[in-house]
């Protein structure tokens, strides 16, 4: 199927850093462009939070997974930029609130001082929450632009506010504030982690299937496909948090131990740990090639989630 017009082609056979630049590229133009329009809205100190907080650099992992998935199961236009920005504003959404002084307390993400340190925690804590409607209004200009039914639309709202929810991060990240300084199981630390950082992973790989109007075999791969690979995206954080240094991080290294959390490397070392997030790559593929899905892109990020040093 060609790409309409105004649609740059999706780079399928691009190496991992290519994926995360397009990734970023599309998905920090909507987030510029919502954040100017809010800005003024909101007004005041908490709008330029908002902005401030909307605009910081991340990765963007989560929105290139959605592209690669759209464009994965045959896809097009470039409306899914705009399902990736909603999922970054959810994950800007937790990022603000995870680094508040009332749970894992942080001065410095992405490089910069977290929201509430470079204004206060009152208006990160607006901020955080005004996020979570932002989310949903971009979410549904990006289904207008992509002309999807209002049905689809409905799907993909269920998916991504699901993930975030009681059932996915904030159940997780519950879970996670419960058990500082208490022992998991591997089994209790999955289920931690499956919510606190899986959810809104696999919410990303699902939300590009279901935004493609994907079969439901073929979504379904897609979502086996994010499970896996969130579970693996976070061993590889907790490797990262006690290998990597804060500048190559862009957020305090070292934070699991400093807040007694227990972690896969605690759990299985290092070397274990990185087995374990390899295995789980392998596994996620293996999804995607017994749901029809063609693995390209989606191959590529996994190897990327499971190697990464940032
Ligand atoms: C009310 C209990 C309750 C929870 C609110 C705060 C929150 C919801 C959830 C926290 C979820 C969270 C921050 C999980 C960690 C996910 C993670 C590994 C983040 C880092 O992701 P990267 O490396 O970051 O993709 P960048 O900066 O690149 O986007």
Redesign the pocket.
């Known amino acids: 199927m060609p790409e309409p017009a105004g649609a740059s082609a999706f780079p399928a056979a691009a190496s991992a850093a290519e994926l995360l630049a397009d990734a970023r590229e599309r998905t920090d133009a909507q987030l510029a462009s919502w954040a100017s329009s809010l800005a003024p809205e909101i007004g005041g100190r908490t709008g330029q939070a908002l902005s401030y907080a909307l605009l910081t650099p991340?990765?963007?992992?989560?929105a290139a997974l959605v592209l690669a998935a759209f464009h994965a199961v045959g896809g097009r236009g470039p409306g899914i930029a705009g399902v990736a920005a909603a999922v970054e504003t959810v994950?800007a959404y937790?990022?603000v609130?995870?680094d508040l002084p009332c749970?894992d307390d942080d001065d410095l993400?992405?490089g910069r001082p977290t929201t509430h340190r470079q204004f206060d925690v009152a208006t990160a804590t607006r901020v955080g929450f005004l996020l979570v409607p932002v989310a949903a209004r971009i979410l549904s200009a990006a289904a207008a632009e992509l002309g999807v039914a209002p049905e689809t639309l409905g799907r993909m709202a269920a998916e991504l506010f699901q993930a975030g929810g009681i059932e996915g991060?904030?159940g997780?990240?519950?879970l996670d504030?419960e058990a500082e300084g208490r022992s998991l199981t591997l089994a209790q630390l999955m289920t931690v982690h499956r919510g606190?950082?899986g959810a809104l992973i696999r919410a990303s790989c699902t939300l590009g299937g279901i935004a493609g109007e994907a079969p439901a075999v073929r979504v379904a791969a897609l979502t086996a496909f994010g499970d896996d690979i969130g579970l693996a995206?976070?061993i590889a954080?907790d490797v990262l948090d006690c290998t990597g240094t804060s500048e190559e991080l862009?957020k305090t290294a070292g934070r699991d131990a400093a807040l007694a959390k227990s972690t896969y490397v605690q759990l299985l070392g290092i070397d274990g740990a990185r087995r374990e997030a390899e295995a789980l790559a392998r596994r996620a593929i293996e999804h995607l090639e017994r749901g029809g899905v063609p693995s390209g892109a989606l191959r590529t990020l996994a190897g990327y989630i499971v190697s990464r040093t940032s």
């Open positions: 991340g990765k963007r992992v989560r994950h937790s990022l609130h995870d749970m993400r992405r991060m904030v997780g990240q519950w504030l606190k950082t995206f976070q954080d862009g």
